[in-house]
């Protein structure tokens, strides 16, 4: 079965430092890819996704992912955390027409 | 800007009541979906439509009905509220990726 894991259940970093959570997948083809945030009480929304071709994508809010077909993984990353990206993010795969999500990852921002 | 609204941000039932969770779409998605969230757990699959009147179980659809009349309209209804069934409801509609409405809040008491 289809599956989504996010080894880090809570990271906490410093406000400016660098960030990278952690997202790998289990599928037979290369899926369809996303990260998505959520803040306390909300929904989901999109930060980026990845469908084919180029394997760094840019999203939104300063983030970056990278595809890597050998490590079935598809990591987040930004440069400097702002105290505005402290929230919860959920790694997802899309197979057909239906999305498996991991357990996300709870990101808490120190001054 | 893609939109998808669900009816409530707050709701509270009493056990037994018959509650309906109503969520629209203005993308003309084809699929739909609803989930229930809770701590610990993650994003669990309730029920999801592929098409008007068309309906598939997910993970956890114990409890729950659904129904799809117009694409753009996709309705949870839990026919007897019970506690346990306290949580937050996401609704979410997609072509290649989801897009979320905003949660409802729902206590049963």
């Known amino acids: 079965a289809q599956s989504v894991t996010q080894p880090d259940i809570h990271i906490t970093v410093s406000e400016g430092a660098s960030l990278e959570l952690r997202c790998n997948y289990s599928?037979?083809?290369?899926?369809?890819l996303f990260w998505y945030v959520q803040s306390p009480g909300q929904g989901l929304q999109l930060l980026l996704k990845?469908?084919?071709?180029?394997?760094l994508v840019q999203g939104i809010k300063g983030f970056e992912a990278e595809f890597k077909r050998s490590q079935s993984s598809f990591n987040l990353r930004k440069p400097s955390v702002h105290w505005s990206d402290a929230a919860e993010y959920f790694c997802?795969?899309?197979?057909?027409?239906?999305?498996?999500f991991g357990p996300g990852t709870r990101l808490s921002v120190l001054p | 800007d893609v939109k998808v609204t669900q009816s409530s941000r707050y709701l509270v039932k009493r056990t037994g009541e018959k509650v309906f969770l109503e969520c629209v779409q203005d993308?003309?998605?084809?699929?739909m979906f609803w989930y229930r969230q809770d701590p610990g757990l993650g994003l669990r699959l309730i029920y999801f439509?592929?098409?008007?009147?068309?309906?598939e179980k997910g993970d956890i659809p114990e409890g729950y009905s659904v129904s799809r009349e117009k694409k753009e309209r996709f309705s949870l209804i839990l026919e007897s509220a019970s506690t346990n069934q306290t949580s937050m409801y996401l609704c979410?509609?997609?072509?290649?990726?989801?897009?979320f409405g905003q949660g409802t809040r729902l206590t049963v008491v």
């Open positions: 979410a509609s997609s072509r290649l990726e989801a897009f």
């Open positions: 599928y037979g083809a290369t899926p369809y």
């Open positions: 990845y469908f084919s071709g180029d394997t």
């Open positions: 997802a795969v899309n197979y057909g027409q239906n999305f498996v």
């Open positions: 993308m003309d998605h084809e699929n």
């Open positions: 439509s592929y098409d008007v009147k068309m309906k």
